[in-house]
T-cell receptor
């Protein structure tokens, strides 16, 4: 069972470079999310997509853009990387629109990004 | 606003002893509550959730959690800890009508052989 798959697993960028984190889920989920995890801060939501064709900002959207390419795929782009974006990034998905239910969010294995 | 507090940075427990990881929450309305576990260099794995109904929720790997509305708590428990339970544990809450899941900062659990 693949679940949520994200690539790359590890990446080192120089300040100012751009890159895209790819994410795909095979659970036919409607909602997808991008989180970042920093020590002592838990997980913070960057962007989410409640359904195909829609995206919304989370807590920390600055410096990021997203694309919901289709129902399966949700990519995160760093246009001009900064050292403050050094973090672990997690893609996640949930069945349906979770606003009105207790749908569980399922996570990918993470992408470790270092910006030097 | 919705938020979660996990007051202890690290919980140390001897193997075989009961394990408790504390979580309190703040949300408007009835909460949806979740526990996740994260092993080193891995993603978050879902353990259990409370939606409605019985206040005691049973989940994966022998874990359970008790919802206490009056104390706004959702503590995670395991009767007998294993060394393999050593990991980072996250509590999360979502309020009704809210698509965002608010996470606590996480608790590092260390089970001592």
């Amino acid at each position: 069972n693949a679940g949520v798959t994200q690539t790359p697993k590890f990446q080192v960028l120089k300040t100012g470079q751009s890159m895209t984190l790819q994410c795909a889920q095979d659970m036919n989920h409607n909602s997808m999310y991008w989180y970042r995890q920093d020590p002592g801060m838990g997980l913070r939501l960057i962007y989410y997509s409640a359904s195909e064709g829609t995206t919304d900002k989370g807590e920390v959207p600055n410096g990021y853009n997203v694309s919901r390419l289709n129902k399966r795929e949700f990519s995160l782009r760093l246009e001009s990387a900064a050292p403050s974006q050094t973090s672990v990034y997690f893609c996640a998905s949930s069945e349906g629109d979770s606003r009105y239910s207790g749908n569980t969010i399922y996570f990918g294995e993470g992408s470790w990004l270092t910006v030097v | 606003a919705q938020s979660v507090a996990q007051p202890e940075d690290q919980v140390n427990v001897a193997e075989g002893n009961p394990l408790t990881v504390k979580c309190t929450y703040s949300v408007s309305g009835n909460p949806y509550l979740f526990w996740y576990v994260q092993y080193p260099n891995r993603g978050l794995q879902f353990l259990l959730k409370y939606i409605t109904g019985d206040n005691l929720v049973k989940g994966s790997y022998g874990f359970e959690a008790e919802f206490n509305k009056s104390q706004t708590s959702f503590h995670l428990k395991k009767p007998s800890a294993l060394v393999s339970d050593s990991a980072l544990y996250f509590c999360a809450v979502r309020g009704p009508g809210n698509n965002r899941l608010a996470f606590g900062k996480g608790n590092q659990v260390v089970v001592i052989p």
